[in-house]
């Protein structure tokens, strides 16, 4: 795979303007993510364009900066389209070499920083990648939060389910492992899940293991149809897969989720992302 | 745990102003992670403040409206400052109301999506929540790779490593699970790992299942005293954790790693993010 995450397969021909078709730069002294993040949002706004994405992290001294200012001149005379850039560069001499290029720049610290430090009344540190040092707290508990993540996949060990801080229920496929682990990896909650199998169906009841923990307890659930199609990739044609199979299993997990007073959440439509900060919101109530 | 991420634990008293603690709100009409991950990456650059972080996702109607700028107004009668908002919302109508407060508003769209709407020709989408849809190919791809590193964490599985874009070796507890994870979920990487184990150590070779993949095969150190704080919590005064345990383990993982001439991150100081994208920049080459 391409890690430049170069989405556009179409390839820009030199000197002819295709406008449909643009390069955007992530640039910073730092990870990058930040950047990323925000670019990403801002893209998923611009219907009918192709964007190409580059990565350039840590980007802190001249050498690389000239480097960086080589590719971007080399994307804009290629294509006569000046390409975008969104920054976060807290360093202002790499930040005004860069600026000697022709490009589009979104410069996320010096629309931010400025007021920001006017409104604070202190100056900020211009310090680079601290959004992500290691020493901090929440740092530290966000590791432990996705080691929790792991150990409790898939129902894999309940000796400590007192201290999660949400446990999810659900069928298997239906989205549980990848939900746990943006909670664990994005908001640092130690999350377990659980799946439900067919003992539990033929009992009707959900696991003993998991009622205990009522008040953290979080279904998620998924069409039949969909989850079909995601079975199916993993095992065709299996009764697992079966269009039957997955309509019996929702049916029947969310028949015990509603007589349990479990509140859940369908992945159908829904993002990882959606769902993990409805559950947050779900859980401070 | 308080999901709302109080990092604070002052208290602010009515009336009485404290500037060394402040109040930062995350608003958008979408999940707000956006905001979020901005607004951290801007904060730390603020020494000496406490920093109270509330989250208001999917404010996307009037009532929820209301209820965020409600919120706003009392942080700002109780603490006699004005608040932070970092915002994301595409909806114009909302954006006015809650500009009806007084605060401080870092508005990452109305900064960004104008310029970007000249620069690009057409008008943005407007809509709310797309960066994190369902249905693109990127998506899809992440949750692969997300479900890929949890089925290859820590050697559980080599049935599909010829499908890895990278597979991490080190000693255990080096930081290889979170690193893995944070590939997969945030660049769509399909992130394998396998520990060294004492068998591996007495023969003094990297195990020969990952030996053919040399070209994705990268190693993580750490420094033999932090890793032994890190096995203490784990399994306190065990052999395991011990300091020399722990010295002899680093020292052969990287006399390993020399001698194949495998690259190999240190991550004693550095975070996970940080890692992360240094291994992007690897492969790449």
């Known amino acids: 795979m391409n890690t430049t995450a170069n989405i556009s397969t179409q390839q820009p021909q030199a000197g002819k303007k295709n406008l449909s078709s643009r390069t955007i730069f992530y640039v910073s002294d730092g990870t990058g993510i930040t950047a990323e993040v925000l670019g990403k949002g801002l893209l998923s706004q611009f219907d009918g364009i192709d964007f190409r994405q580059i990565r350039f992290p840590f980007v802190d001294n001249p050498e690389k900066a000239a480097e960086c200012l080589n590719r971007i001149r080399?994307?804009?005379e290629q294509s006569g389209i000046r390409p975008l850039v969104v920054m976060t560069m807290m360093n202002p001499e790499i930040n005004a070499m860069?600026?000697?290029e022709d490009a589009l720049f979104l410069d996320l610290f010096e629309v931010f920083i400025a007021p920001l430090e006017k409104e604070l009344g202190v100056k900020s540190a211009h310090t680079v990648g601290?959004?992500?040092?290691?020493?901090?707290?929440?740092?530290?508990n966000r590791i432990a939060a996705m080691n929790f993540a792991i150990a409790h996949d898939d129902g894999v060990s309940d000796a400590d389910l007192k201290n999660a801080d949400v446990i999810l229920v659900g069928v298997s496929r239906c989205g549980k492992t990848p939900t746990s682990l943006y909670l664990s990896m994005q908001f640092g909650l130690r999350a377990a899940?659980?799946?439900?199998?067919?003992?539990?169906?033929?009992?009707d009841r959900l696991p003993d293991t998991v009622l205990p923990?009522?008040?953290?307890?979080?279904g998620l659930t998924i069409a039949p149809e969909q989850l079909h199609k995601i079975r199916q990739?993993?095992?065709?044609?299996s009764n697992y897969a079966a269009l039957d199979t997955c309509r019996q299993e929702v049916a029947s997990a969310e028949r015990m989720m509603r007589r349990e007073?479990?509140?859940w959440f369908d992945m159908t439509s829904k993002s990882i992302e959606e769902i993990a900060?409805?559950?947050i919101q779900a859980i401070n109530k």
Chains 1, 2 share one sequence.
């Open 277 to 279: 900060v409805q559950l």
């Open 193 to 203: 899940n659980y799946p439900l199998i067919p003992e539990d169906f033929e009992r």
């Open 213 to 218: 923990f009522r008040d953290k307890l979080f």
């Open 74 to 76: 080399e994307v804009r």
């Open 98 to 100: 860069l600026r000697q």
């Open 233 to 237: 990739e993993r095992r065709p044609d």
């Open 130 to 140: 601290r959004s992500h040092g290691q020493a901090g707290h929440e740092y530290i």
């Open 261 to 263: 007073g479990i509140k």
